[in-house]
């Protein structure tokens, strides 16, 4: 099986600060990947590297391309997409120019049909498609999010806490339709501390801590693991219950 | 007070106000998508001028010569940074825009000037070459520090400044210059003669802000430059290159300078080192604005337009005095309104 996304042996410092050690880990198509781990673990570093917005040290590849001479423009355009823990929408723009500049890279003919499908996929943004990002409320901010990296047709799909400051109706709306998006043929690459509900819809999970892969297997051997569900699943009690 | 002076005041104000709008509206665009401050803007508009003005007595302006040489440069540039990883593609892309396009120009300026030339001719090469320096100073001076703070690039910019205005005594001499009028047409309404150089700067003017209307409001390549504005970083990952956009960015602003020049030429002698007063005043038209504002600077350049005429009829000796003071209270203000943020570095 190739992987569409490997990494292998990823070094990455902040100045003289290791944050990320030798972590390496692969996507295959059509898989639902999740690395779960504490605040400050290294996750979001390690997904901002493999975007290209921070720089490592180690070997990226995805869809068989060498990763590393890629600025971000160039790796949005081989089908790589990040949804940034910040979301970084454009707040004085309304919405449907949003979605309209998340395929930019993309042909116009091509970006309409990929427009129906982002509004069924979120009827709440089709509703609000005139209204100005930054108005949003947080839910619809990362549905905003999602939906603007969907409209560049990605072949693998980065979520950085999707589930972040957000209602559990809506983090249960949001996870599933990161379920359906392997349906549609998109690759999720998912960093969640919120455990319980990314072991739920992932396929294989990697255990980060103080950055390093601690422990990585299927999903549900993970969830499965006393270690981990005293470390992560133990803390998930409050606002889980939705899911 | 008599009412004839004053509606001639009124028009001069809002002719030259026009003129401070669209310089106005290039810096706060400029500033919006680059974070840099466009002090030789100013520059832009006298090299634009003074450009036609000598294409118009038929000879050559040294500024093309400039615009093959930063050509080079940026080639050079161009290939230093892509060294690790030189495709065919972006080595053909490079060729075309920092050897070809200039060296064609150059041929081109050659071939077609004359004292005979009509004056659209020379008003196209003038914008082409301006054009072309906008572009390269981008590459050159500040696309490789993109990414530094308001500060360093203001520095920069104040180096360009100086750079480009030396130049400009050496390519133009000390001496003022006059360029021709686009129309020798005039209309008269009750006491006031509208000549069809001001008529043609109104047009312009208002043109050339619905243009940027439409292009911000309804093209995709507008709406990247409005999103590089908003959010680099969100830019960037949807594929937009925020160096594409500085080059936009920087090759409208320089256009809209040379416009400005070509279009006040005909009405007053211009010297190698006006152009930077001109500019200023845009600048405090922008600063009114608060660097964000389109429509709040187009206004407020018609009102610094205003203002500099009735001070230079009733008080000529403090009339620079007068208009940059406006800015004063303005900034007090914004000042006292807006709360203290750190500068954010992305």
């Not at chain 2, 040294?62 to 060294?83: E, I, N, Q």
Request: with cysteine.
């Amino acid at each position: 099986m190739s992987a569409l996304l490997s990494v292998t042996d990823v070094h990455i410092s902040y100045g003289k600060v290791e944050a990320v050690r030798g972590v390496s880990l692969d996507v295959a198509d059509n898989e639902i990947v999740t690395i779960i781990g504490a605040n400050g673990a290294g996750k979001t570093t390690l997904l901002n590297a493999i975007m290209g917005v921070l720089p490592l040290k180690g070997r990226t590849s995805f869809a068989g391309v060498d990763m590393a001479p890629l600025d971000i423009e160039d790796r949005v355009a081989t089908g790589l997409s990040l949804v940034p823990e910040h979301r970084e929408l454009f707040g004085t723009m309304n919405v449907e120019d949003n979605l309209e500049l998340g395929a930019f890279r993309i042909a116009k003919a091509i970006a309409a049909t990929s427009l129906e499908r982002v509004y069924t996929l979120f009827p709440r943004l089709k509703e609000r498609r005139k209204q100005l990002a930054g108005t949003l409320s947080g839910g619809e901010q990362q549905m905003l999010a999602m939906g603007r990296a969907l409209m560049g047709a990605p072949k693998l799909l980065m979520l950085d806490e999707p589930s972040l400051g957000l209602a559990p109706i809506i983090v249960a709306d949001i996870f599933r339709i990161v379920g359906e998006l392997r349906a549609a043929g998109v690759s999720v690459l998912l960093v969640e501390q919120n455990a319980q509900a990314a072991l739920q819809i992932a396929d294989r999970a990697y255990v980060m801590e103080l950055g390093e892969f601690v422990l990585s297997g299927t999903a549900k051997d993970i969830a499965a693991n006393k270690g981990v569900a005293a470390s992560y699943l133990g803390f998930q009690h409050e606002g889980e219950s939705a899911i | 007070m008599n009412t004839t002076i004053m509606l001639f005041l009124l028009q001069d104000g809002i002719t030259n106000g026009a003129i401070y709008a669209l310089l106005g509206l290039a810096l706060v665009l400029v500033f919006a998508v680059t974070r840099v401050i466009l002090i030789p803007q100013g520059e832009f508009v006298t090299y634009g001028a003074l450009s036609y003005a000598m294409l118009a007595t038929g000879q050559v302006p040294g500024t093309v010569r400039l615009a093959v040489a930063m050509g080079l440069v940026a080639f050079a540039l161009d290939l230093f940074f892509a060294r690790k990883a030189l495709h065919a593609r972006l080595v053909l892309r490079s060729i075309a825009l920092n050897i070809v396009f200039p060296f064609a120009l150059l041929g081109l300026v050659y071939a077609l000037v004359g004292p005979n030339t009509p004056i659209a001719v020379n008003i196209a090469l003038a914008l082409l070459i301006v054009a072309a320096i906008g572009l390269f100073l981008y590459r050159i001076a500040f696309q490789p520090i993109a990414h530094t703070s308001v500060l360093v690039l203001l520095i920069a910019s104040v180096g360009c400044h100086l750079a480009l205005q030396g130049l400009g005594l050496v390519f133009f001499g000390a001496e003022g210059l006059r360029g021709p009028a686009l129309s020798s047409a005039a209309v008269t309404a009750g006491p006031l003669r509208f000549t069809g150089q001001s008529l043609a700067v109104y047009g312009l003017t208002v043109g050339f802000i619905v243009a940027l209307w439409l292009f911000f409001g309804y093209t995709r390549t507008g709406k990247a430059l409005r999103a590089t504005a908003v959010n680099r970083l969100g830019a960037r990952l949807v594929g937009i290159r925020t160096t594409l956009s500085g080059q936009i960015a920087f090759l409208l602003a320089s256009v809209i300078g040379a416009i400005s020049g070509i279009l006040i030429v005909p009405i007053t002698t211009l010297y190698y080192d006006t152009g930077f007063l001109i500019g200023l005043k845009g600048f405090i038209a922008a600063i009114i604005g608060g660097l964000v504002s389109y429509p709040l600077t187009a206004v407020a350049a018609i009102l610094v337009g205003i203002v500099e005429a009735f001070s230079s009829f009733y008080a000529s000796n403090f009339k620079e005095v007068i208009v940059f003071t406006l800015i004063l209270p303005v900034l007090v203000l914004r000042s006292l309104a807006a709360p203290q943020v750190e500068e954010e570095k992305d």
